[in-house]
Every structure is written in C-alpha cells, then in structure tokens.
C-alpha cells in the first residue's frame, strides 16, 4: 500500500511538473497604440507585443506613455501560480495630474526679477500679485524682503500636488528680487503637506500657477 501510495504521489508531481513544462505565450494588447511595453524592465514594443514566457519562470509586464498611469501586471509560468492567459488587454487612463499641470523649466529655480520701481511701490506690487495666485501668505517681512506662501495642496487619483511661491531680495541697487516657484509631487493621494518626506521637486507646474511666472516679471519692470 505504501509502495502504491509512494507511486501515485511520483505520477502526481510528474503530472503537475509536465503541466508547467514548455514556454506560455501571451499576446498584450494597449489602448494606446504607441504606449511602451516592457518586460522585466526591458523595452520590448509598443502598443502590442507576443510575449513568450519560459518554462518554469515568470514575466513583468510594465505599459507606459507620457500623460498616462503605468500600468503592470505579473504573468507567471511557475507551479502554484495562476496559469497565464492566451492574451491580456491594457486599458490606460489619463493621468489626470499631468493633464493639470504644464512642464515647465523654471519650477523650483530662483528667477531673477529686475525692476526700476522704489522698494515701498515693487513691495507692494509684489503682494498684490502673489495674492492674486496663492491667498495665503505664511511669512511676509518688508524690511529684509521675503516673502512665502502656504502650501497650496490639491490631490488626484495617484498624486499629491503642492506649490508654494517664495520671494527673496536679490539686490538693493539696482533693486531686483529673486522668485521660486515651488512644485512637488507625492506619489499618492490625500497625502499632508507637512509630510516632507514624501514630496520630491516636480518638473510640472499646475496651470492655475503659471501665469505668475510671467505675470511679476512683466509688471515689476
């Protein structure tokens, strides 16, 4: 009986070994025809590719195009695993963060601002105009000349947005001021502006802001 019991689990494996046994091909379809597909973090096509996956091994599919979410998914052709389908379809959406914002190749750098207005009048105006953009000014000091708004936070479905303008004497004579607009990203929703560590600079601008880039420069002259 254990000699039959013994022979039985040994068909057993065989038979499950011999099920995994030969690649598995998969053919992957995007909704974006020029969307990158990559297989463990190797470009292999756009828009559609037949992957083929090897015995006993498993592959990452990662789609990707500007303007989009990446989307993933793992496919594996290993034991005690899910068996791959014959195809898989990608369905993209829109990044709705990068659709709200602009690139741009001022954010996060100090602008130079010049001007030929006295410091009482170039002050004023300065207030004025950041008020106009951000209604919060956090710090605000006429006699050295800085000036900083709150955070300015605004979430979407997979990002965290936050924006600040920061205001600084450049120099007295001739008098000019240097400005920086701030823009970070958290990759997540809902996350605190107080949580420092989960932003990095962001190489987009949301569009509600960008007009004061052009706006303090061109009326401080």
């Known amino acids: 009986m254990r000699i039959f019991t013994t022979t039985l689990l040994s068909v057993f494996i065989l038979f499950a070994a011999d099920a995994f046994a030969g690649k598995k091909k998969v053919s992957i379809t995007c909704s974006e025809p020029d969307a990158e597909i990559y297989v463990n973090g190797e470009q292999m096509g756009r828009g559609s590719f037949l992957l083929i996956i090897p015995s006993y091994q498993n592959a990452t599919v990662t789609v990707k195009k500007t303007g989009f979410f990446t989307e993933q998914v793992t496919f594996y052709n290993t034991p005690n695993n899910p068996k791959p389908p014959k195809s ?3 369905k ?5 963060a990068y659709e709200a914002s602009v690139q741009t190749d001022i954010a996060n750098l100090d602008l130079e601002i010049k001007t030929a207005k006295n410091q009482d009048d170039a002050w ?9 953009y951000i209604d919060v000014i956090e710090v605000t000091d006429k006699e050295t000349a800085y000036l900083r708004t709150a955070w300015q936070v605004q979430n979407f479905s997979k990002a965290t ?6 205001i600084k004497m450049g120099n007295r004579d001739p008098l000019s001021y240097k400005m920086k607009l701030v823009s970070e990203i958290a990759t997540a929703p809902n996350v605190s502006p107080k949580e420092d560590q989960m932003f990095k600079e962001w190489d987009r601008v949301l569009r509600k802001y960008e007009g004061i880039v052009t706006e303090l420069p061109s009326r401080m002259k």
């Open 88 to 90: 898989h379809h990608f």
């Open 92 to 96: 993209m959406f829109k990044d709705d």
């Open 124 to 132: 004023m105006l300065i207030n004025t105009i950041v008020l106009n």
């Open 161 to 166: 947005i936050r924006t600040r303008v920061i």
